[in-house]
């Protein structure tokens, strides 16, 4: 069944390249695409477009096949293009010419779009709430570990003494700056394009406040032609959220791979949370790091991705914004995957005590000298050549203790101050409100 389908077969091979991965990707839309019909028919019933009598039959039977949907008793059968036809084709079987009058007022192009903002919405919601267990993970580990010193580098080579605390609690505020992107993109998805129908509105009366309202969207996109053109553009900018955070996650992932090797030796993990080698008995592989490493960088490929994909074309819809779809929902399920898998490894980490008592560090704690000479009323240029000196002829000591008290520092974390910029952003994502809408509209 096609809902475009006319007196025509379609060339088999034509059907079978245009419709590609479509009915797999459509399965990630299904229950998103029944919500948009609880809308749209409420909507076309106000309008007198549907009739008062025939509403409740079709509400109750959308709502079935949602609850079958989440039962995982749905699917898209051979011969069907889409989602959509499915869906229609399955109203239409049980309810004869009624379930023929849901498109009224609709294109599959608003059809999609909706679908694909609902479940960006909702992908954006999950992500969210795991990066947030992510963070929380490493305030705590961060204020578990704040005196356990580690090693600074630049250019890859022993700098000033970090910590533990420090190092997590990067992580956990960098994760704050990926939220924000991500919120940025939650309020460009979060905005309804049903009624634009092919891109260029309907002469029929809909009510475009309506399905906004009842669909739990902030807002509309109100020029038909722009919602068309927020395909792909919309996409793109979600891409943007999700390559920030797998940026954190990658960097994050390098930096373990890098600790848990034996010449570093800053931390360790359970044998059983690492892999070995066919030939070398001695191995403790950080495969989990490497492969979350490799995802993230694979992620932050999509940005580009889209944008080859999209950037010559023209406004009005294109069937090349079907491909994004493969890659758009793959990257969800694999970033969720590799935070998932971050927090179940972290759980676990093992952290080397005194690290910095190895001799080879000694010269981190040349800053410290220099700042101590200061403090004394040395001019800093003149501490920093006596200090080099020193270093030179070998006679170098470190000092007994470090001694950083300003914000953000190693003896003053700002954790605190951390956690409470997380939940102002956090709040201002504003799902109770698509909660409370969807809640009402299926139950």
Not at 75 to 85: F, K, L, T
Not at 107 to 121: A, G, H, P
Not at 311 to 334: C, V
Request: hydrophobic share 40%; proline share 3%; aromatic share 8%.
């Amino acid at each position: 069944m096609k809902l475009w389908q006319k007196d025509i077969n379609v060339n088999k091979e034509i059907e079978r390249f245009t419709v590609g991965h479509d009915r797999e990707m459509d399965m990630y839309l299904a229950e998103f695409d029944v919500l948009g019909s609880l809308a749209h028919t409420q909507m076309l019933a106000s309008i007198g477009l549907i009739p008062k009598e025939e509403l409740p039959v079709l509400q109750k039977e959308l709502k079935i096949i949602y609850a079958e949907i989440k039962a995982g008793k749905f699917s898209i059968e051979d011969g069907v293009e889409d989602v959509h036809s499915q869906v229609e084709l399955i109203l239409t079987q049980r309810l004869g010419d009624i379930g023929k009058k849901i498109h009224s007022g609709r294109s599959r192009n608003d059809q999609v779009l909706l679908d694909l903002k609902l479940y960006t919405r909702s992908a954006i919601e999950q992500t969210v709430l795991n990066s947030k267990e992510l963070f929380d993970l490493l305030i705590q580990l961060s204020e578990q570990y704040k005196n356990h010193l580690l090693p600074g580098y630049t250019h890859l080579q022993i700098a000033m003494p970090s910590s533990f605390g420090l190092w997590f609690g990067a992580y956990a505020e960098s994760l704050i700056d990926d939220m924000e992107m991500m919120l940025a993109a939650y309020k460009i998805a979060n905005k309804n394009p049903l009624g634009s129908a092919a891109g260029y509105g309907s002469s029929f009366p809909l009510n475009r406040q309506m399905t906004t309202d009842l669909l739990g969207f902030e807002r509309m996109n109100y020029n038909v032609v722009y919602a068309q053109m927020g395909r792909g553009k919309t996409e793109k900018n979600v891409a943007a959220g999700l390559s920030s955070l797998a940026g954190t996650v990658a960097k994050m992932s390098m930096d373990i791979c890098l600790y848990i090797n034996q010449n570093f030796g800053f931390i360790s993990f359970p044998e059983e949370l690492t892999t070995g080698s066919s030939i070398m008995p001695h191995k403790k592989n950080p495969d989990v790091f490497e492969l979350t490493r490799a995802k993230c960088n694979k992620i932050q490929s999509l940005t580009n991705e889209i944008s080859l994909m999209t950037t010559n074309l023209p406004s009005g819809y294109h069937r090349d914004l079907q491909i994004i779809k493969e890659s758009f929902i793959a990257a969800f399920n694999e970033m969720n995957d590799c935070i998932n898998i971050a927090i179940y490894a972290l759980k676990n980490i093992k952290i080397k005590e005194n690290i910095l008592k190895d001799p080879k560090y000694l010269y981190l704690y040349s800053v410290e000298v220099v700042n101590n000479m200061v403090l004394e009323g040395v001019p800093f240029r003149d501490a920093y050549k006596k200090v080099g000196a020193l270093i030179e002829e070998g006679k170098f000591t470190a000092p007994d203790k470090i001694n950083h008290t300003h914000e953000g520092s190693i003896g003053n974390l700002m954790n605190k101050e951390i956690q409470v910029s997380m939940k102002k952003t956090l709040e201002q994502f504003g799902f109770e409100k698509v909660h409370l809408a969807i809640e009402k509209l299926v139950k």
